[in-house]
């Protein structure tokens, strides 16, 4: 059974930095696109970063580049987003989502909140 676990959340002030985390474990995590998405109250799910298997490919939503990095350790079965300059508008519930096979596996969400 496939368990995606994040952690790493809470309540930042505007400007300071989170890091979450999310471990994965039953699949084969190597060979798995990790990706993190978020939703704020009233909006739809939306794609925040990826990143191919090796690691050496990632992407971001235009929002977040320059600010939030993705990347993994395969060898611990975990994808982390390094979030810096973090504004209110990052405020949302992030999910951690893990595409094997064309099959899509969620974890639960961690929610992040900026605010002064």
């Known amino acids: 059974q496939v368990q995606l676990v994040e952690s790493g959340g809470g309540l930042v002030q505007p400007g300071g930095s989170l890091r979450l985390s999310c471990a994965a474990s039953?699949?084969?995590?190597?060979?798995?696109?990790m990706s993190w998405y978020r939703q704020a109250p009233g909006k739809e799910r939306e794609l925040v970063a990826y990143i191919f298997t090796s690691g050496g490919s990632t992407d971001y939503a235009e929002s977040v580049k320059g600010r939030f990095t993705i990347s993994r350790d395969n060898a611990k079965n975990t994808v982390y987003l390094q979030m810096n300059s973090l504004k209110p508008e990052d405020t949302a519930v992030y999910f951690c989502?893990?595409?094997?096979?064309?099959?899509?596996?969620w974890g639960q969400g961690t929610q992040v909140t900026v605010s002064s």
């Open positions: 989502k893990a595409s094997r096979g064309g099959t899509p596996y």
């Open positions: 039953g699949l084969t995590f190597s060979s798995a696109l």
